[in-house]
């Protein structure tokens, strides 16, 4: 028992405190919101218990809050050593998302197990994906090009699994991910510059003259054509915010979770920004940008540099997912179905922060003893 708390205690010791109890608290603000906007109203539309999807939210933060401890705890060697095979096996449910996957809503992007409920393999995908990534990206300069190959086969195939579910979001996030990873790596500007124009023009070329992506097509229409009537979503959500004001209608007076089917997932912000005005919305914005700072921070103290591009990489995916979540509900981007880390209800996408969060946290810790 004195062993447990001597390594808690060097734990607490050496962990950053300050991006610890940020994580901490906007979990808890995520259940907050989860009880006091949107869990009653969807509960509601399923007929269920009132307080269900508080329940579940609730459960998924303490597995989150759990996971996030352990994975912080962890030796870092060791960590990455653990998450290459994490990365091979979420790979392959992604791989059989195709052929078993369930289909929700027109597409097709969850999986499940008898043993095991219904999850998003990508969620769970992309914090081992960063830190295999990175594991390429910081391979000795003499495999300078070599490394861009392998990370090169390694992206395409998972964003034509994901373009093909459909899912266009996530494609575009971790695209954005490998791009900022290799671009930090110090790759040659004239390279990087070469495969981003390369990508652009196969994602074109897919987008306007291939059949099955036509969706991608029709969804940018709609989103420059706001005239089109297929934006219905998008346009409650913004309604929504800008009905709010200010300082919001109040707790419980928003319209927003009633009409939107995914508003405690998607269009979580704009469910705040209702009921609890735009006042609170920027704080929160403020609040993952300081996250953000305080981890560039700690990542000039780090000599490693596998374990800086894993920083990177997952501090900019939460930060960038928050923007396109803001963005969407602000309807500066096309509707791509992302959640926003930390506070929007799901469990794939908690339990995915959660990993990111552990991660962020195991590399920020100071090498005290």
């Known amino acids: 028992m004195r062993d447990f708390f001597d390594n808690f205690y060097d734990w607490w010791k050496n962990i950053d405190k300050f991006i610890f109890l940020t994580i901490l608290f906007l979990f808890v603000l995520g259940l907050f919101f989860s009880l006091v906007s949107t869990s009653l109203i969807a509960s509601d539309k399923l007929d269920t218990n009132s307080y269900y999807f508080f329940f579940k939210h609730f459960v998924f933060i303490v597995l989150a809050i759990s996971t996030l401890s352990i994975i912080s705890f962890l030796n870092q060697n060791l960590l990455v050593r653990f998450s290459i095979f994490f990365f091979l096996?979420?790979?392959l449910t992604l791989i059989l998302v195709p052929f078993i996957g369930i289909e929700v809503k027109g597409s097709k992007r969850w999986i499940e197990f008898a043993f095991f409920p219904r999850f998003q393999p990508i969620?769970?995908?992309?914090?081992?994906?960063?830190?295999f990534l990175s594991s390429i990206l910081s391979l000795e300069k003499k495999n300078l090009y070599l490394k861009y190959f392998l990370s090169i086969i390694i992206i395409i195939p998972i964003s034509l699994l994901l373009i093909s579910q459909p899912d266009l979001g996530q494609t575009l996030l971790i695209i954005s991910i490998w791009l900022v990873l290799i671009f930090v790596s110090g790759i040659n500007l004239y390279f990087f510059f070469s495969i981003f124009l390369s990508l652009s023009l196969i994602f074109s070329y897919l987008i306007f003259y291939v059949a099955k992506f036509e969706y991608i097509k029709i969804r940018l229409i709609s989103f420059l054509d706001s005239s089109s009537g297929n934006n219905y979503q998008a346009e409650k959500a913004s309604d929504a915010i800008v009905s709010g004001g200010f300082f919001g209608k109040g707790i419980g007076e928003g319209t927003l979770n009633s009409r939107v089917p995914e508003a405690h997932t998607d269009y979580i912000i704009s469910v705040i920004s209702e009921e609890f005005g735009v006042i609170i919305v920027l704080s929160i914005i403020i609040?993952?940008?300081?996250?953000y700072y305080k981890i560039l921070q700690k990542i000039n103290f780090i000599q490693i540099n596998k374990f800086k591009l894993i920083l990177i990489g997952c501090s900019t995916m939460v930060l960038l997912q928050m923007f396109v979540h803001v963005g969407v509900n602000i309807r500066l981007?096309?509707?791509?179905?992302?959640?926003?880390?930390?506070?929007?209800?799901?469990?794939?996408?908690?339990?995915?922060t959660a990993i990111i969060s552990g991660?962020?946290?195991?590399?920020?810790?100071?090498?005290?003893?």
């Open 89 to 91: 096996i979420s790979l």
């Open 123 to 131: 969620e769970i995908l992309k914090p081992f994906l960063i830190i």
């Open 287 to 291: 609040i993952y940008l300081i996250f």
């Open 333 to 352: 981007l096309p509707t791509t179905g992302m959640t926003l880390p930390f506070l929007s209800y799901g469990g794939s996408s908690i339990i995915s």
């Open 359 to 369: 991660l962020i946290l195991n590399f920020t810790k100071r090498k005290l003893k």
